[in-house]
């Protein structure tokens, strides 16, 4: 399939594929809202239900005390539950 042809989410599928991104860098890559980013993530996540690959997600992480036992794995929390750092990664996410 021709690249112009390919919607946003093949292509954020394919880039998956080949190395883990955090939303924001997808959104950045992209060129769109980190939410919509998100959205396309959580979609590839179902569309690959069928199949033998898999979306794998790297929990968000305190940098400060290292907590990433976070109760959701896709969006960014504001703040650590644990030490209450507003130091906390995004989720990173790849296909596997």
């Known amino acids: 399939m021709r690249?112009?042809?390919r919607t946003t989410r093949q292509k954020i599928?394919?880039?998956l594929r080949e190395m883990a991104?955090?939303?924001g860098e997808i959104?950045?890559?992209?060129?769109?809202?980190t939410s919509v980013a998100l959205d396309h993530v959580e979609h590839i996540a179902r569309s690959l239900d069928d199949?033998?690959?898999?979306l794998l997600v790297s929990p968000p992480t305190?940098?400060?005390c290292g907590?990433?036992?976070f109760d959701d794995l896709i969006n960014r929390p504001s703040r650590c539950p644990e030490c209450k750092s507003e130091?906390?990664?995004e989720p990173a996410f790849t296909i596997e």
């Open 87 to 89: 130091s906390v990664s």
């Open 21 to 23: 991104m955090e939303a």
């Open 3 to 5: 690249e112009a042809s």
């Open 13 to 15: 599928a394919d880039r």
């Open 27 to 33: 959104a950045n890559e992209f060129d769109i809202r």
């Open 67 to 69: 907590f990433d036992e």
């Open 51 to 54: 199949t033998d690959e898999q």
């Open 62 to 64: 305190c940098q400060e």
